[in-house]
């Protein structure tokens, strides 16, 4: 039973902690869209993606005012496009036109961004594959919305040396056609590793082909709210630590499957799973590395740094397995080094650098994340980035890695 005190707490959540829903994801498989042509293909991925998608975004604002709890954002992500148009596309051209229909139907439904455009090569690359990867750059300078992945490398199949490489001549050509916005291409880009087939989280969503015909996922991220309750128990053992953690989870989590399962019931749409992923914010108090420097570091990258981050993440998992039988995608913490304040102060302290960010991606789960690096960085340097960072990822035996994308992602200053 749900006493008031634990109502009143979940308030407080909302509105002084930051607690949030991020994201509601609609995953929707266009397998049945493939057609000899492309044009063909498009209007029939236009078609499914408006009318399966076309109350999304109604619902989740109706959701969120009902309820009290702010969705943030309302997204959709498709069957990895590489699939999906390896039966008409011939020249990396043609897969430009599917990512300029995503955009133009990601626009129609007023959603945030549109997933997928997509190719897992961790073995080795069809023809479709590397149309795709070479497309890259030029789609993602043409859409606004379209976001795209990669995954070189898995546990079980290892890692795909020619997609590295392949992967670092594209991040910096994606930069350039870019760089009139900031090189704003590479943020809609991500080199995966381990993608799980059910990842809410933008740039690295897919709906995979072991889903269903359309599913609902759901975000929740709530650094803030894990680093508040840890400050009012600041000096206890160990073992409290731990616990406070964990149930801190468990009922975010709680708040994340009510949501889901409302909006599963609206839409008509199948219930998949709960992401809990500490995402930061620029919002002071939304930070991973707050709760780093909260369980005892002076800096993150400071000594003991990768244990705390696994302890973290350990205890989220555990809290959210607890809540609910839905959990998965990525479900561990984020560190963008761009848009967390206290991983800023980490790098300007010189506590930090991408050495020790590589060993904490053997733990956290989501990896490199929104690293500005020099435009004049060389492509293969780039590609070794990449390759350092799955590698850690692959030996760890974690569920993903935004590798190199968020990484190299904001490559500035052509």
């Not at 991500?190 to 690295?204: E, K, Q, S």
């Not at 956290?364 to 960072?389: K, R």
Request: glycine share 8%; charged share 20%.
């Amino acid at each position: 039973m749900i006493n008031i005190s634990e109502v009143l707490e979940t308030n407080k959540m909302i509105l002084e902690e930051n607690l949030d829903v991020r994201t509601i994801t609609m995953g929707v498989s266009l397998l049945d869209c493939a057609e000899s042509t492309v044009e063909a293909t498009c209007k029939k991925i236009y078609d499914k993606l408006i009318d399966k998608a076309e109350k999304l975004v109604a619902t989740g604002d109706e959701i969120g005012r009902e309820f009290g709890v702010p969705i943030v954002n309302k997204r959709v992500s498709i069957t990895p496009a590489a699939i999906v148009g390896a039966s008409c596309c011939r020249t990396s051209k043609d897969f430009v036109k599917i990512a300029k229909t995503l955009d133009r139907a990601a626009k129609k439904l007023g959603i945030n961004f549109i997933g997928g455009f997509s190719a897992i090569v961790s073995k080795g690359m069809t023809k479709a594959d590397e149309l795709l990867i070479r497309s890259l750059p030029e789609a993602m300078a043409s859409t606004e919305r379209v976001c795209a992945s990669v995954n070189v490398g898995s546990t079980k199949t290892g890692i795909d040396m020619d997609a590295v490489r392949l992967m670092g001549e594209i991040i910096k050509a994606t930069a350039e056609r870019t760089k009139a916005k900031d090189s704003l291409g590479c943020a809609k880009l991500v080199v995966l590793c381990n993608a799980p087939d059910d990842n809410p989280f933008m740039a690295g969503a897919f709906h995979a082909v072991s889903e269903g015909d359309c599913v609902i996922n759901l975000a929740v991220s709530a650094p803030g709210v894990v680093n508040h309750v840890l400050k009012s128990i600041r000096g206890a053992d160990f073992e409290t630590l731990c616990e406070t953690i964990k149930k801190t989870a468990f009922k975010i989590t709680r708040v994340g499957q009510l949501v889901a399962q409302e909006a599963s019931k609206r839409l008509g749409v199948p219930f998949g799973i709960i992401d809990l992923s500490l995402a930061p914010t620029p919002a002071i108090g939304d930070s991973v590395a707050d709760i780093l420097k909260e369980i005892g570091l002076e800096h993150p990258g400071a000594p003991g740094t990768t244990a705390a981050l696994a302890l973290l993440n350990d205890q989220v998992k555990k809290g959210g397995v607890m809540a609910s039988s839905y959990v998965g995608g990525l479900s561990g913490a984020f560190i963008p080094v761009s848009e967390d304040q206290g991983m800023i102060d980490a790098v300007n302290a010189g506590a930090l650098t991408i050495e020790k960010l590589e060993a904490m991606t053997c733990v956290c789960s989501v990896g490199l994340d929104m690293i500005a690096i020099p435009g004049d960085t060389p492509a293969s340097s780039i590609s070794l980035i990449s390759f350092s960072a799955v590698s850690y990822q692959f030996s760890g035996g974690q569920t993903s890695t935004w590798a190199c994308i968020s990484m190299i992602l904001i490559v500035s200053s052509f």
